[in-house]
């Protein structure tokens, strides 16, 4: 199943994509459970705060590992699409890197 997934707590997908199903989560363990039922995205779309205040915080960051992980446990070497909207700039430029990196790393 190809679909596209929204991953942030707060904004609204279609102010973004406006015209576009996607599939909103508003939190990392609702992305992993997503993923664990539908398998990897054609297209992301990360925030990376997510508002988990939590001591063991998940973040649009965590989830990004948890697909590269997921990709190598799966033996998936097709890279997905996706897009940092977050307004971390720090936060953008990890996730942005961490998937660059698990992407070539494939």
Do not use: W
């Not at 596209?4 to 909103?24: E, G, H, S, T, W």
């Not at 990376?48 to 070497?77: P, R």
């Amino acid at each position: 199943m190809s679909y596209a997934m929204f991953l942030d707590d707060i904004r609204d997908a279609n102010l973004y994509y406006p015209n576009q199903d996607m599939v909103v989560c508003r939190d990392f363990k609702s992305a992993c459970e997503y993923v664990i039922e539908n398998g990897i995205p054609a297209f992301v779309s990360f925030d990376h705060d997510l508002g988990d205040v939590s001591e063991d915080e998940k973040t649009g960051y965590s989830f990004a590992k948890f697909l590269i992980d997921y990709m190598f446990d799966n033996n998936i070497k097709e890279p997905f699409e996706y897009f940092v909207h977050s307004s971390n700039p720090v936060g953008k430029i990890n996730i942005e890197t961490y998937l660059n990196n698990g992407f070539n790393a494939l």
